[in-house]
């Protein structure tokens, strides 16, 4: 069965850090654009940040810009997302997705709440 998961979600101070990863199952997320993104309450879904399958570039959207890295761990089929200096409109819920040659799958999500 051909799964993405997201886990590493969970409640942090502003200004903390939490680092989210997307395990994947089934397939190899080595040959796979990856993408995350966020959706919070009231708004509509947005791209965070995404790295490519073939020379590894990287986009940021300017609201995580210097704040939220991209990687890859190709040893544990598993991309990750460092969160640092977290906001409270960083709070959402945060969702990633694989995508290539047309095929596109999607993570459950996992909650992000950053409050004091």
């Known amino acids: 069965q051909l799964q993405l998961v997201e886990s590493g979600g969970g409640l942090v101070q502003p200004g903390g850090s939490l680092r989210l990863s997307c395990a994947a199952s089934g397939f190899t997320l080595d040959y796979y654009a990856i993408g995350w993104f966020r959706q919070a309450p009231g708004k509509e879904r947005e791209g965070v940040s995404c790295?490519?399958?073939?020379?590894?570039?990287?986009y940021y959207a300017d609201s995580v810009k210097g704040r939220f890295t991209i990687s890859r761990d190709n040893g544990k089929n598993t991309v990750h997302l460092q969160m640092n200096s977290l906001k409270p409109e960083d709070t959402a819920v945060y969702y990633c997705?694989?995508?290539?040659?047309?095929?596109?799958?999607w993570g459950q999500g996992t909650q992000v709440t950053v409050s004091a």
């Open positions: 790295i490519s399958s073939s020379d590894g570039s990287t």
């Open positions: 997705k694989a995508e290539e040659g047309g095929f596109a799958y």
